[in-house]
């Protein structure tokens, strides 16, 4: 597994999870230098825009995370996190973790689950 995405689980409403996603070293040697974000995918819905640091750390977000998800990284760590606030049902989804290296190549991670009951 290339991007090992991790920290999924089960939540009720209002409360908070922490996602991490960890690049193989030995294929993301220049993790620093690569966008990378976090995108999710509910059933019976396409994929969408969760939040993204770029390698110089700005950061962008969806409309209906702003102001509850913070998405960081460890450059040493070679991980990006989401830390997710005030979780809603409609943030139950499969959630991804994408990697953009600097020639444009994508990689994804395999995915996790956060289902938030209400």
């Known amino acids: 597994v290339q991007l090992q995405a991790s920290g999924g689980g089960l939540v009720q409403a209002g409360g908070s999870l922490r996602l991490s996603c960890t690049a193989a070293?030995?294929?993301?040697?220049?993790?620093?230098?690569?966008?990378m974000g976090w995108y999710r995918q509910a059933p019976g819905k396409e994929r969408e825009l969760v939040a993204t640091?770029?390698?110089?750390?700005?950061?962008d977000y969806g409309d209906p995370v702003k102001g509850r998800f913070t998405i960081s990284r460890d450059n040493s760590k070679k991980s990006v996190y989401l830390q997710m606030n005030s979780l809603k049902a409609e943030d139950t989804a499969v959630y991804y973790c994408?990697?953009?290296?600097?020639?444009?190549?994508?990689?994804w991670g395999q995915g996790t689950q956060v289902t938030v009951s209400s």
């Open positions: 994408k990697a953009t290296t600097s020639n444009r190549s994508i990689f």
């Open positions: 070293r030995k294929i993301f040697s220049v993790f620093s230098a690569y966008d």
């Open positions: 640091i770029t390698s110089r750390g700005n950061t």
